[in-house]
């Protein structure tokens, strides 16, 4: 039977069926890849400010929509990672465009260790410091420094001096102002994700150890453990969401946002001053909570997945989403964009289906020509 196929024919027919698959792939992908808003900063001056896709969205002490900065201006070509602000209010982020192979991704997945060096790849990549209203920008240090996806950054606005967990070497980092490097690298942290000083010490979501780890901020005895606290609830636990990436001290009590094996679809557990349990807050359905903040009387939750950033009481209620006509306009686009790529989605399972159908009939009419 195989001897009726002619080779062309079948060469095409693997084609489009890769051509097929590939279409399918890239819209998924695509798609996926147009975010919802993530990382959610207070600057010195209570200005609040929301990240989504390549842009940051600044609202005043109120919450009143001000302006969206587009990171482009300042040499970002994708954003990675996360941000922090200076004491004057300049930006510390990353700059340039997305370094990451597919190996690179593979070995995240993979929960491997980051083996490239600190160096960029090119002098205008790596970490910055920037003004965003003039969009000057200077490089961070005398030697360029390139993590690639920092997913901590914490600046103590008394001093200046930045904590950096470097997420996928499983490191701390501490630099002066300027970016000297003043102690560190530090080990003993699984993907060590949001950083946070209270009271003098740094906490920070060691995630992949399932804890907030306590740690002592001094130069000298950097990274230091104080102590080890335990976020993951015998409910975390049933719902499979154990991996904590971002907190935030809300009054006297702690808010965790415990995500799952994917790095998504978390929950938000909140625990007391010593770190006992408490209670759950209840977040809208299929919400991908990504960044907590505290802003007046109210917690802030961004949520990838629903393109929102909710607000909650203190007391863990729910009250509504926060309005933003930045973020409308923002997300108004990005849903657009997402249908496109949905489209291109659907085109790909279509050509597939079409290529099946016809490889099906062919068979079929092959073997009633050999009866």
């Known amino acids: 039977?195989?001897?009726?196929?002619?080779?062309?024919?079948?060469?095409?027919?693997?084609?489009?069926?890769?051509?097929?698959?590939?279409?399918?792939?890239?819209?998924?992908?695509?798609?996926?890849?147009?975010?919802?808003?993530?990382?959610?900063?207070?600057?010195?001056?209570?200005?609040?400010?929301?990240?989504?896709q390549n842009k940051l969205i600044e609202h005043d002490p109120d919450g009143a929509y001000l302006k969206?900065?587009?990171?482009?201006?300042?040499?970002?070509?994708?954003?990675?990672?996360?941000?922090?602000?200076?004491?004057?209010?300049?930006?510390?982020?990353?700059?340039?465009?997305?370094?990451?192979?597919?190996?690179?991704?593979?070995?995240?997945?993979?929960?491997?260790?980051?083996?490239?060096?600190?160096?960029?790849?090119?002098?205008?990549?790596?970490?910055?410091?920037?003004?965003?209203?003039?969009?000057?920008?200077?490089?961070?240090?005398?030697?360029?420094?390139?993590?690639?996806?920092?997913?901590g950054i914490f600046i103590d606005w008394n001093t200046d001096e930045v904590y950096i967990s470097d997420t996928t070497r499983h490191v701390l980092r501490k630099y002066s102002a300027e970016g000297e490097s003043l102690a560190g690298p530090v080990g003993g942290f699984r993907f060590p994700n949001q950083l946070l000083m209270f009271d003098g010490q740094l906490l920070i979501a060691d995630t992949n150890n399932h804890v907030i780890h306590v740690v002592d901020s001094r130069t000298a005895v950097f990274g230091r453990t104080l102590g080890k606290k335990d976020v993951v609830p015998i409910e975390a636990?049933?719902?499979?969401?154990?991996?904590?990436?971002?907190?935030?001290?809300?009054?006297?009590?702690?808010?965790?946002?415990?995500?799952?094996t994917n790095m998504n679809e978390g929950g938000?557990?909140?625990?007391?001053?010593?770190?006992?349990?408490?209670?759950?807050?209840?977040?809208?359905?299929?919400?991908?909570?990504?960044?907590?903040?505290?802003?007046?009387?109210?917690?802030?939750?961004?949520?990838?997945?629903?393109?929102?950033?909710?607000?909650?009481?203190?007391?863990g209620e729910y009250l509504s989403d926060f309005e933003s006509t930045g973020l409308e306009q923002i997300v108004a686009g990005a849903q657009e964009a997402r249908r496109r790529f949905e489209v291109y989605k659907y085109l790909g399972v279509v050509l597939f289906a079409f290529v099946l159908g016809g490889l099906m009939v062919r068979a079929l009419a092959v073997s009633m020509s050999s009866r």
């Not at 970002?76 to 597919?102: A, E, H, K, M």
């Not at 209840?282 to 997945?305: C, F, K, Q």
């Open 1 to 52: 039977m195989n001897s009726n196929v002619h080779p062309l024919v079948a060469a095409l027919v693997i084609l489009l069926a890769f051509v097929a698959i590939g279409v399918w792939m890239w819209g998924s992908g695509a798609a996926a890849n147009i975010g919802g808003p993530a990382e959610l900063r207070v600057d010195p001056g209570g200005h609040f400010f929301i990240q989504i």
């Open 68 to 151: 969206t900065h587009d990171l482009s201006n300042v040499g970002v070509g994708l954003f990675l990672g996360t941000y922090g602000f200076f004491s004057n209010g300049d930006i510390l982020l990353r700059r340039g465009p997305d370094p990451r192979s597919f190996s690179d991704n593979i070995r995240a997945f993979r929960r491997k260790t980051n083996q490239h060096s600190l160096e960029p790849a090119t002098p205008d990549t790596g970490l910055y410091r920037c003004n965003l209203e003039t969009v000057a920008c200077e490089l961070f240090g005398d030697n360029a420094i390139d993590f690639k996806a920092a997913h």
């Open 237 to 260: 636990g049933a719902a499979r969401q154990e991996w904590p990436s971002h907190f935030v001290r809300a009054g006297d009590e702690w808010w965790v946002n415990n995500m799952r």
């Open 268 to 315: 938000l557990y909140i625990f007391d001053d010593s770190w006992q349990y408490l209670r759950r807050a209840s977040l809208p359905r299929h919400a991908d909570p990504i960044s907590l903040i505290v802003l007046g009387d109210e917690v802030l939750v961004s949520d990838w997945n629903n393109d929102k950033v909710h607000r909650f009481s203190l007391s």
